[in-house]
Every structure is written in structure tokens, then in C-alpha cells.
């Protein structure tokens, strides 16, 4: 089994097949899905085939709170590029969880994570411009949006990004 990241309220681990149940709710509910590009309309074979596959990455993690212990979400560095040491976020939270700042401790943790152990030093994120959600969620952590970066595949997408000093020098009492 793979790294465990802890905080006060959750626990974030790797993926395991055991998770098919829960990964399945999450990735064909319409509202998580809302604004990513993604058919909901995955049968539990394929949902195998994604954790199979998610699990070669190393950095996909459930997240679940401690007490009572529920599945939550997922969270997720991925694009890596060791080079730059350079990761993208990712995360997905069901809607009974959200507006309770879950989310903002896991982002939190696996940051913490990524730059002290893991040797990232730089991440960014790619958000629907429309989430507003999701971009307080960044801008409250620390990242910043990047200016005159686009995706080319998506241009209802903006992009934050966060560097690995930033993040030291932040404080953030939330």
C-alpha cells in the first residue's frame, strides 16, 4: 500500500479496487461532473478500468473523513513532469460534502505533501471559469490565477498555479 495523508478530519489513500462502489457514485454523478469534460454514463467495468489505471499513477487518493469514516472524494496530482518538477491538482468531492471545507484541508495536506515530500515545486490547477466554487477554493489555499495561460483544448478553463516558495511563505489561519 502507498502513502497515507492524515489531517485533523481525513485521511487521503491510494486508490484500491475496493473503492469500485464509492468511485463509481462519484464519477457518474452529473453534478461532480458538472464542469468537466467526462460521460457519466460508466458501468462498473469501466470505473475497474480507471482505478487500474489511476493506481499506476501514485499521487490518486480517496479522501475519507475519520469519524464516522465516509468516502468523500478524490484528489489527485497528475500531468507530472519530473523534469520541472511540475504536477496539475485535481479533485472531486460529492455534493452532501461540500461547503465544509473538507476540501481545503485535502488540497491543503496533499500540497504539503507534494512540496515537502514529494519534490513538486510547482503545481497548477485547471478550473471551468464558471466554477466559482472550486476557483475561492484555490484562491484560499494560495494559487494564484496565471495570467495570459490558456488550455488549448478548452477555453472555458482558467489556470491557477502555486510554486512550492509561495506556499512556505503563506499563512493561512482558515
Not at 497515507?4 to 464509492?22: A, F, G, H, R
Not at 493506481?55 to 472524494?73: D, L, Q, V
Not at 485535481?90 to 484541508?105: A, D, R
Request: hydrophobic residues 35%.
Amino acid at each position: 500500500m502507498g502513502t497515507k495523508i492524515s489531517t485533523d478530519k481525513l485521511i487521503l489513500k491510494p486508490v484500491e479496487l475496493s473503492d469500485l462502489q464509492n468511485m463509481y457514485y462519484l464519477r457518474t454523478n452529473p453534478q461532480v461532473a458538472k464542469y468537466i469534460e467526462r460521460d457519466v454514463n460508466k458501468n462498473l467495468e469501466e470505473i475497474k478500468q480507471f482505478i487500474e489505471l489511476v493506481r499506476k499513477n501514485n499521487f490518486y487518493f480517496t479522501i475519507n473523513t475519520i469519524a464516522p469514516s465516509e468516502f468523500i472524494g478524490t484528489i489527485t496530482l497528475w500531468n507530472i513532469d519530473r523534469s520541472t518538477n511540475y504536477a496539475e491538482i485535481g479533485y472531486e468531492l460529492l455534493p452532501q460534502f461540500q461547503g465544509k471545507g473538507l476540501m481545503s484541508e485535502a488540497v491543503k495536506a496533499i500540497l504539503d505533501y507534494a512540496f515537502n515530500e514529494a519534490g513538486f515545486e510547482y503545481i497548477e490547477a485547471y478550473t471551468h471559469r464558471e466554477n466559482i466554487t472550486s476557483k475561492k477554493l484555490l484562491e484560499r489555499v494560495g494559487f494564484k490565477l496565471v495570467v495570459g495561460k490558456i488550455d488549448e483544448d478548452n477555453s472555458d478553463i482558467i489556470i491557477y498555479g502555486i510554486n512550492k516558495i509561495e506556499k512556505e511563505g503563506s499563512i493561512d489561519h482558515e
